[in-house]
T-cell receptor, first 114, second 113 residues
Framework: NAGVTQTPKFQVLKTGQSMTLQCAQD?????MYWYRQDPGMGLRLIYY???????DKGEVPNGYNVSRLNKREFSLRLESAAPSQTSVYFC?????????????FGAGTRLSVL | AQSVTQLDSHVSVSEGTPVLLRCNYS??????LFWYVQHPNKGLQLLLK??????LVKGINGFEAEFKKSETSFHLTKPSAHMSDAAEYFC???????????FGTGTSLTVIP
């Protein structure tokens, strides 16, 4: 019963470094999402993938890239990290989009960019 | 356009007293509405959802919410707070045709012994 698994749980980067956040789900869901959570701002959608082979920008995509590697995995890449990207990142999945869809969340990745 | 407003950023209640967390939404379409809970250093967990069926929705752990279209509200309530209810709560709206979910800014619930 793993659900949505994110790695790593914590990461510290220096400005300009790159890294990839990994996300995998074992629920055979079609849709996957990346959010960032900042104090007082709730969760904001970075990118989502409605199905394998497709990705779309969300509310705050600048500075990020994503790859839907297969149905299970959806990675988020920071090519050149900036202090403004210090945040908690959550991956989520759902069976599909649309009415009543429930999202299932991973435990988060806490990223600090110095 | 869709948006969600959580009217209180912090709510404190005594153990055993009622909980009320307020949420207003705006949506151009018939919305689906959710409440999620986030315990410290954890991911988000679904409490309950509304999808145009019964307007009073019951969720887990004794929580419930009432959809009021005339007031564009979806407030979360619980008759008696427990210490384990201390957490961050998010109201979320989703429209029928999209993969985009819009989150409120969250309400931090403190339960005083």
């Amino acid at each position: 019963n793993a659900g949505v698994t994110q790695t790593p749980k914590f990461q510290v980067l220096k400005t300009g470094q790159s890294m990839t956040l990994q996300c995998a789900q074992d629920m055979n869901h079609n849709s996957m999402y990346w959010y960032r959570q900042d104090p007082g701002m709730g969760l904001r959608l970075i990118y989502y993938s409605a199905s394998e082979g497709t990705t779309d920008k969300g509310e705050v995509p600048n500075g990020y890239n994503v790859s839907r590697l297969n149905k299970r995995e959806f990675s988020l890449r920071l090519e050149s990290a900036a202090p403004s990207q210090t945040s908690v990142y959550f991956c989520a999945s759902s069976q599909r989009g649309g009415a009543g869809t429930i999202q299932y969340f991973g435990a988060g990745t806490r990223l600090s960019v110095l | 356009a869709q948006s969600v407003t959580q009217l209180d950023s912090h709510v404190s209640v005594s153990e055993g007293t009622p909980v009320l967390l307020r949420c207003n939404y705006s949506s151009s379409y018939s919305p689906s509405l959710f409440w999620y809970v986030q315990h410290p250093n954890k991911g988000l967990q679904l409490l309950l959802k509304y999808t145009s069926a019964a307007t009073l929705v019951k969720g887990i752990n004794g929580f419930e919410a009432e959809f009021k279209k005339s007031e564009t509200s979806f407030h979360l309530t619980k008759p008696s707070a427990h210490m384990s209810d201390a957490a961050e709560y998010f109201c979320v709206v989703n429209v029928n045709t999209g993969n985009q979910f819009y989150f409120g800014t969250g309400t931090s619930l403190t339960v005083i012994p």
